[in-house]
């Protein structure tokens, strides 16, 4: 007696299948009786070919599926078998759900109910995207507490090593030389679902590019990116995701394409320099976007013109969010151009001290110099000879056009005691009581 055939079994699964059967009845009962003749003979193998040919296209169309999947190694999952698998998911979700609610943070979410963290990571980014899996949850999203959830996402990536899938993304690099090169990454130029986008290859010490899957490094970068994935507002601009080896191997961040380029790049290409009330409303731009990362409980530590872009719709967005504390790690020792970051350092960061809220508003007070001025702030000094001012407590002076409200908050960025600079909101309701 003949063996059956271990695809034909899993075939006739799919006939046997109640979710299966009602797509071609008519054909149900004389294939399964092909399927499980005990003897199959070239006339029974010829017979049930051309049964399947005459199916029709939906019918046929599961059939080769389904044998794609086993051919590729997936088994065939029955309907019930799914209808386990959602209930599984459910149970999962309203775990991840309440303990978010309950301010859990990390391994209690899924150590307590037997679940594995890279299931949990995987659902718990799709909630923050919301994904199909609110559908299967049944809850107001209004009452997921993201912040939180956030955090929970962090921790548990963390602690186990396991980042959710939806980080990583494929792009295709339309070109192999760099669009631009900074002093600690190179920006390259793609295509992602049909849209350019940017594509930066941060520089990093030779051993990050290692396959290794534990390197300290790379994992550090990426738990980084995952912060940024989760950050949204129109004033700061979003991470797509990070494509692991597109380019030369190494990852990259994939961002959504700003074709006018750093914003004090753009003021110079304007043919007439913006009016006050448009430099205003780009500095509430950058205001709100980094008002909102404080909130978030993110320190910038590296605002300056060259990280913020303008949108093609005009709006100010910062960008790179995240990448400040990987500096030291990842950048190996290339020489920084005039106009590096200490321009734009406090007096505490000047003397290793680690970036606060406060640096931020420090270096937003230059920020306003270099939109009303379209330069980095005294363009004519070395960076060690502007350092050497910053310390003696002496910056630019007032750019003629400057209002006096927007001078005085800028001078009050400035202030040496940390505890005495605006903040965040602080400086959007001053700018927005300017317009």
């Not at 029974?44 to 999947?69: N, Q, V």
């Not at 590729?72 to 979700?93: A, F, M, N, Q, W």
Request: aromatic residues 6%.
């Amino acid at each position: 007696m003949a063996v059956k055939p271990y695809l034909l079994s899993n075939l006739l699964d799919v006939f046997e299948s109640d979710h299966h059967c009602e797509k071609f009845p008519r054909h149900r009962a004389s294939t399964i009786k092909l399927l499980t003749h005990t003897r199959h003979t070239k006339r029974h193998s010829y017979t049930l070919m051309c049964r399947l040919l005459l199916m029709p296209l939906r019918a046929l169309t599961i059939i080769l599926r389904t044998l794609g999947r086993l051919v590729l190694g997936i088994p065939y999952t029955k309907s019930s078998e799914k209808h386990t698998d959602d209930s599984e998911t459910v149970r999962i979700l309203r775990h991840i759900f309440d303990s978010v609610k309950s301010g859990d943070l990390g391994a209690e979410i899924y150590s307590r109910h037997g679940v594995d963290a890279e299931r949990v990571v995987n659902l718990l980014q799709d909630l923050l995207d919301n994904g199909k899996t609110w559908k299967l949850l049944e809850e107001d999203p209004d009452e997921f507490n993201r912040p939180q959830a956030c955090l929970s996402l962090l921790h548990i990536s963390k602690l186990s090593h396991v980042l959710p899938q939806a980080l990583f993304v494929k792009a295709d690099l339309l070109s192999l030389m760099p669009e631009e090169r900074g002093s600690s990454s190179d920006l390259y130029v793609g295509m992602y679902k049909g849209e350019k986008v940017a594509m930066r290859k941060i520089r990093s010490h030779p051993r990050v590019v290692n396959e290794g899957d534990r390197d300290p490094v790379r994992e550090k970068l990426l738990l980084e990116c995952l912060k940024w994935r989760q950050l949204h507002h129109q004033n700061v601009l979003p991470l797509l995701g990070v494509d692991p080896d597109t380019v030369f191997h190494a990852p990259t961040l994939v961002q959504p394409w700003m074709s006018r380029g750093n914003i004090r790049e753009y003021i110079n290409k304007l043919a007439r320099k913006p009016d006050n009330d448009r430099l205003v409303i780009w500095l509430s731009d950058i205001g709100r976007g980094m008002k909102y990362l404080h909130d978030m409980n993110i320190c910038h530590g590296d605002l300056r013109g060259n990280n913020i872009l303008v949108s093609d719709d005009g709006v100010a967005r910062v960008t790179d969010v995240v990448l400040l504390s990987l500096r030291e790690e990842w950048t190996g020792a290339f020489p920084q151009r005039k106009g590096g970051p200490e321009r734009w350092m406090a007096p505490e960061l000047l003397q290793s001290s680690k970036p606060t809220f406060a640096t931020d508003s420090f270096a937003f007070g230059f920020v306003t110099i270099e939109l009303f001025t379209g330069e980095i702030p005294d363009p004519d000094l070395s960076d060690t000879e502007v350092v050497d001012k910053i310390r003696h407590g002496i910056f630019p002076a007032r750019p003629n056009t400057m209002s006096e409200e927007v001078w005085s908050l800028a001078s009050r960025c400035w202030g040496h005691d940390p505890s005495t600079r605006p903040t965040m909101g602080d400086v959007v309701d001053t700018l927005s009581g300017t317009l």
